[in-house]
């Protein structure tokens, strides 16, 4: 109870704020109707019609829990309408995506570690390459890939690859190297192999650092998705449902469509999280 009571004031102090703000946000629209009437508007109509709003500027909490929960069990599972249907489209571009990119930077960071050559070239690109917005490069993939006739799940794969590599390689490498010298000198007195120092010695050292970096490259992942469902016109997916409730300013579906990504993402994390208990505890490395 004690862990929960903190948690629980903060989401009631944030609901508190987003209530606040969107009746402050939703009125100039009441006072606008009622002025166009020539009536006035008491506080209590006043509260009731910044609630009830079709298109408010800002949703009320309690609307956006009925679109999501109108998106997820309201609709059939194969309407265009449902959340579930959306997210499952972005849910496997993103798990492609988050594998492509894994191995990607589990093998960069295995070849930095051991070649210095690697290290001094490969590494600094990599950095380099997330200076660059991922909104300036998702329109340019999807364009060049569908005038190769490329289209659907793999450029969306291809940049939530781009974003989520990037942390698994830097966590990788950072566990790969986290052994200090004396206990590699220990296998080198021992005539271990390279590869035997790798897989008892550095591997079992880079475990932690590499489920703390599968979490953030798989929320990454779903970032990567989402920016390139908007630039390629795409009608499914949960990035669609945020570009069409733009279009005919839905701003509940927004919403909606928004809570329903943070939530896929925290299940995606929450999932990476059990593995790496299962695995670590496996190892002997966790209770």
């Known amino acids: 109870m004690r862990n929960i009571l903190p948690v629980l004031t903060v989401v009631a102090v ?23 009437a020539g009536a006035s508007v008491s506080l209590q109509q006043l509260l009731h019609d910044t609630m009830v709003q079709e298109r408010p500027v800002l949703p009320a909490p309690h609307q956006v829990l009925a679109g999501l929960w109108d998106g ?17 489209i972005t849910l496997s571009a993103t798990l492609a995506g988050f594998a492509l990119g894994t191995a990607a930077g589990l093998l960069l960071a295995v070849g930095i570690v051991h070649s210095r050559a690697m290290d001094m070239s490969v590494m600094p ?24 006739g ?31 010298g004396m ?7 021992y005539n271990a192999s390279r590869a035997q120092t790798f897989f008892r010695l550095r591997l079992p050292s880079a475990m932690p650092y590499l489920f703390a970096s599968l979490k953030v490259g798989i929320a990454a992942a ?13 009608t499914a997916g949960l990035g669609a449902r945020l ?12 919403w909606a469509a928004l809570f329903a990504a943070a939530l896929l993402a925290a299940v995606l994390v929450a999932l990476v999280g059990v593995a790496e208990r299962v695995v670590l505890k496996r190892m002997g490395m966790a209770r």
């Open 243 to 254: 570009l069409s409730g733009s279009y005919y300013g839905q701003t509940i579906q927004i």
């Open 14 to 36: 944030i609901v508190a704020l987003w209530y606040g703000a969107a009746v402050w946000l939703n009125s100039a629209w009441v006072q606008d109707q009622a002025a166009r």
């Open 125 to 148: 690109w990599a950095i380099a390459s997330q200076t660059i917005p991922i909104l300036a490069i998702a329109p340019m993939v999807i364009v060049v890939l569908a005038s190769l």
């Open 72 to 88: 997820v069990a309201g609709q059939a599972l194969t309407s265009k309408r449902s959340l579930v249907y959306h997210g499952w």
């Open 183 to 189: 206990q590699l000198d220990l296998l080198r007195t």
């Open 150 to 180: 490329i289209k659907g799940l793999l450029p969306k794969a291809l940049i939530a690859a781009y974003l989520s590599f990037f942390p698994v390689l830097v966590g990788m490498v950072k566990g790969l190297r986290a052994p200090d």
């Open 222 to 234: 779903l970032v990567g998705t989402i920016v390139a469902e908007l630039p390629a016109g795409a």
